[in-house]
């Protein structure tokens, strides 16, 4: 926590000691809590994933989910279990560089490969750089000579911090080994010696990679004898460490590796002093043991071939020399990745820990997270033996049944009943809270039951033969397709209510489409509730189905529901496959006298679900009114026995949640696209188990909190893109001087009415922040006395000046961090930096208002142009497109002006800070948070430039040691946010 500051001034007014007080209050807040908790500062994404499920036994499919922040364009994904086994493509047979050998390559961070020197047939020892931003397709020469002197069989490689570290090679082909180090910060344009002789022997052709933890690993080569010893630095190669004396793999030199996403060494290719080789390597421990995983690869044997890995998580090798056919400079690729979806779902086969890698990138550069042993897979269960029984088992019609899943089952995956009667109902759940199922049969008969059960395993079925014995009864007979029948049953109660049952059937249901089944009970006081309506909604096609409604009488249950209980009815659908079937919606009716019998409303009528002998709560809507029968609506996500009730206690019940009985629809979450620069993220809660730092990817994982560069902007090849945020600034507060001068010299009052109209029509919209009094006087620019309040108090004009001033916020943000433009992103900009206009204006107004002063929200066309040009030239915006003009009344005192001035910025620095609670609720939340805090904090910082037209021209005359004291500390913490 940063140190604290209590400033008091007992000799200034009660009010002025308070403003500043929150002030300083607000600043201390930003700058000791906001560092820590967003990771602002760079533009690559900030990697988060999550996998559903974790555990389970194999086959086990997992589906991952992608939560990263900063808008990400590509994603990487490496399950654990690849076998990097997939073939090589040839991208091309020529480069447009010269064939050579012995060269080096590294990706830099916005994905494009650098390579350097190397050794040419009639080209000698080379220093040259070049680029490829295609993945190795088309080529461009950076510089001829670079600051180190021409060799080849060297290594580079590209470090966390953006640099290039370059080691040892040769030349001279019989001697010059060397072990010197060298370093760029500029993508080779110039070199610095780290150090003339490193920790291991002056060599060649070895082969490095820069791992996940920013360490170098050193392998191989040739000091006059091959070697396979491993080496690693943890200071960009300054002192060494040897790790392995000896390597499962031969003995070589003029071979290559790279570092993969996932953690991995992949080792390839080079000369064992007999025959070039191609065959492939690699290391899951940083190099402590190795796995060979082809002995022959797609490409030609060779050696001296260079290699990168690029953001996508593929490997391209380029050139290198062969025995048979020379100096080569094609181009190979090679991608292993597991998947490059944004969501995929992926199958582990067999038992073990797996480690998850996902590496998403966009334009500004990537970031990778790996999670250690995230899933874990156990061997498959032995195969499921199916068992049931059914109580009961004999009885007249209609006989209600509950069937209870005995089978000797591990992980299950499905339950299938068939119930045997005519029209083959079954039934199927893959939910074990609902593998008992129950069936009310309406027939006389005889009936066989069958359960079969499944797992990963396999499957099992028992049957038996004439399980059920359905007795015929005084009960009437269903009615023909289409028709209602109905009759009354008793069993020695005369408080049993009469109840009805119907039957109808469809010839089909196309997919989308939904099927009605109409049915024609009557209500009556001994028969308060009937089913009148199903519709079913199909997600596929589907053939002729039926629906029976049947009554189902009290004593059939023995955990009924709470009363007051109106009644009990079954639906089934007879010749439909559950998980055709996407919902339904059950329409039933409730006879009023009943709901006025037990002092109850319409608004407490539900209906439940029995679901194994818990009664669900589902979602009850009132539909119509028919007389004295209230009809009402119910969504079911599948069919079985229900009850009407109504619910007395209201106010205190819990809604219960559907449970599926038939099918089960799952829902798909939403991930939504965050698009914010810079971007702040707050770390979701992972199990201990499962916690694992996020690690971003520099060329070869670079180690994590290390922040990504930006993408190349103009300015890059005139100041290092890290401290173009500070030029931008300079430029923005150059540009108030350069105005200001002018319009307050002797020479511009003279000659302005010779400059062209349009120049100055531009000029004089600004003129009022920047001429003295009495210019704004004699000029009349001023504020309008007459405009006429719209909203808020602002006029139409000033309204209009808002809407201006939030394209201009979002314009210049999506230009800053080169957004991709997306609907949803483009809506919460404009509104974000149209509500941090309005705000910050109507503080400046109502303080003025105070005071007796007039105010009027102007529009600043240079303001404008400034900010759109740093945003695109430096890739940070830094002015605003718009300005309060105040007028006064009398004679204000000093510090009354600079209260009036100090209002607006202190509003956008409270409403910055009120942003960043929007940024843990995710989503668009995440978004307007993001870009809330970055529209503020730019519009208080430019405001308090003490340069007009800005606020801070008056709070600096007033008290400059106040104005520093708030000043300086914005700046800085706003420079140190956008410099990380």
């Known amino acids: 926590m940063r140190s604290c500051f209590f400033i008091v001034m007992l000799s200034e007014p009660i009010h002025v000691r308070s403003f500043r007080a929150v002030l300083f209050f607000l600043i201390i807040v930003s700058l000791a809590v906001i560092p820590s908790v967003t990771g602002w500062g760079s533009g690559a994404p900030v990697v988060s994933f999550t996998g559903n499920p974790v555990s389970g036994s194999a086959p086990l499919p997992v589906a991952f989910m992608d939560s990263s922040s900063g808008s990400p364009t590509g994603w990487t994904w490496f399950f654990g279990d690849e076998n990097f086994t997939e073939p090589w493509t040839q991208m091309t047979a020529g480069a447009g560089w010269g064939p050579r050998d012995s060269h080096s390559t590294v990706a830099l961070l916005d994905g494009s490969i650098v390579l350097t020197g190397g050794y040419g047939s009639g080209i000698g020892y080379r220093n040259d750089v070049w680029r490829s931003t295609d993945k190795g397709a088309t080529w461009t020469q950076m510089t001829p000579g670079a600051g180190w002197s021409g060799r080849d069989s060297h290594n580079t490689v590209a470090m966390p911090d953006g640099s290039i570290v370059l080691m040892g090679g040769r030349n001279a ?7 010197d180090v060298w370093r760029s910060t500029d993508n080779g344009a110039t070199w610095t010696q780290m150090t003339p002789a490193a920790g291991w022997s002056a060599r060649h052709s070895q082969s490095s990679v820069a791992m996940p933890d920013g360490s170098i690993v050193l392998m191989g080569g040739y000091d006059g004898t091959r070697k396979n010893d491993v080496w690693r630095s943890t200071d960009n190669g300054a002192t060494w460490t040897e790790m392995n004396a000896s390597a499962g793999w031969a003995a070589r030199a003029g071979h290559s590796s790279v570092a993969m996403p996932d953690g991995s060494i992949v080792l390839m290719g080079g000369n064992d002093g007999t025959v070039d080789k191609n065959d492939l390597w690699r290391s899951t421990d940083n190099g402590a043991t190795w796995t060979e995983v082809t002995a022959t690869a797609g490409w030609p044997a060779r050696h001296s071939q260079s290699r990168v890995a690029l953001p996508d998580g593929s490997i391209v090798l380029t050139g290198g020399s062969s025995s048979i056919i020379g100096y080569v400079n094609d181009v190979w690729r090679f991608n292993p990745v597991g998947s490059s979806d944004r969501n995929p779902s992926h199958t582990y086969l067999t038992p073990g820990s797996y480690h998850v890698t996902l590496q998403a990138f966009n334009a500004l550069g990537y970031n990778n997270l790996r999670k250690t042993g995230y899933v874990t897979v156990t061997a ?9 029984t059914g109580t009961p088992v004999t009885g007249p019609v209609p006989l209600h049944v509950t069937f209870n899943d005995t089978s000797d089952v591990v992980t299950p995956l499905m339950w299938n009943w068939s119930f045997g009667d005519a029209s083959s109902s079954w039934y199927n759940t893959t939910t074990s809270e609902v593998r008992n199922a129950s069936f009310g049969y309406s027939t006389a008969g005889t009936y066989t039951v069958s359960l079969m059960v499944t797992n990963a395993s396999g499957s099992n079925t ?6 059920i014995t359905v007795t015929a009864t005084a009960i009437p007979v269903l009615g023909s397709t289409g028709t209602p029948a109905s009759g009354s049953f008793t069993s020695g109660s005369d408080s049993e209510p009469v109840v009805s049952s119907g039957i109808a059937t469809v010839p089909g249901i196309l997919k989308g489409s939904t099927g009605t089944f109409t049915f024609s009970p009557v209500i009556s006081g001994s028969s308060p509730v009937v089913i009148s309506l199903v519709r079913i909604i199909a997600s596929s096609d589907i053939g002729e189905v039926t629906v029976i409604t ?15 209980v109106a009644g009990y009815e079954e639906v089934k659908a007879i010749g439909i496959n559950p998980d055709a079937i996407d919902h339904a919606v059950i329409t039933f009716g409730v006879d009023g006298s009943w709901i006025t019998t037990n002092h109850l409303t319409i608004g407490k009528i539900v209906i439940l679900q029995d679901t194994t002998g818990q009664w669900t709560e ?22 079985g026995d229900f009850a009407v009730a109504g619910r007395t206690n209201t106010g205190t019940s819990p809604v219960a949640s559907i449970v599926p009985v038939v099918s089960i629809v799952p829902v798909a979450s939403v991930a939504p696209v965050i698009s914010v620069a810079p971007v702040i993220s707050a770390a979701p809660a992972v199990p201990a188990a499962q916690v694992a730092e996020a690690q971003p990817a520099a060329v070869q994982n670079p180690p994590a909190g290390i922040s990504m560069n930006r993408t190349v902007l103009p300015s890059s090849p005139y100041i290092p893109s890290r401290f173009a945020p500070v030029a931008a600034v300079i430029v923005g507060i150059f540009v108030c001087v350069i105005s200001s001068t002018i319009r307050e010299s002797e020479f511009f009052n003279r000659y302005s009415e010779k400059v062209t109209t349009v120049v100055k029509s531009f000029m004089q919209g600004e003129a009022a922040g920047l001429m003295s009094s009495t210019e704004v006087s004699k000029r009349g620019v001023r504020p309008r006395e007459n405009l006429k309040p719209v909203f808020l108090g602002l006029s139409l004009r000033e309204v209009l000046v808002t809407g201006i001033t939030a394209l201009g916020f979002t314009a210049a943000f999506f230009l800053q961090d080169r957004l991709e433009i997306q609907l949803t992103t483009l809506i919460i900009f404009l509104c974000t930096g149209a509500l941090a206009s309005i705000l910050h204006d109507l503080a400046h107004k109502h303080v003025a208002h105070t005071s007796g002063s007039i105010t009027e929200y102007q ?3 240079l303001g404008m142009v400034t900010m759109l040009t740093t945003a695109w030239f430096f890739g940070n915006a830094f002015a605003k497109p718009s300005r309060t003009v105040i007028r006064s009344i009398g004679k204000p005192t000093p510090e009354e002006d600079a209260l009036v001035r100090l209002a607006g910025p202190l ?13 843990p609720l995710g989503g668009f939340f995440a978004i307007a948070g993001g870009a809330g805090f970055s529209m503020n904090l730019l519009n208080c910082v430019f405001s308090l430039v003490p340069v007009k037209p800005n606020d801070g021209v008056e709070i600096f005359a007033w008290n400059k040691k106040a104005w520093a004291a708030i000043f300086i500390p914005l700046i800085a913490f706003y420079l140190y946010i956008y410099l990380q």
């Open 550 to 564: 049947l009554p189902v009488l009290p004593g059939a249950f023995a955990n009924p529901p709470d009363p007051p």
């Open 907 to 919: 509003v956008s620095i409270a409403m910055a800070l009120a942003s960043l609670l929007l940024i």
């Open 173 to 179: 082909l019989s001697s010059g080994f060397k072990n």
């Open 462 to 467: 028992m049957t038996r033969t004439g399980y």
């Open 859 to 861: 529009f600043w066309g």
């Open 618 to 639: 589902l979602p009850t809507t009132f539909d119509h009114q028919d007389g004295n029968n209230y009809y009402f609506d119910a969504i079911v996500h599948g069919f």
């Open 380 to 388: 498959s269960p032995p195969a499921p033996v199916a068992g049931f």
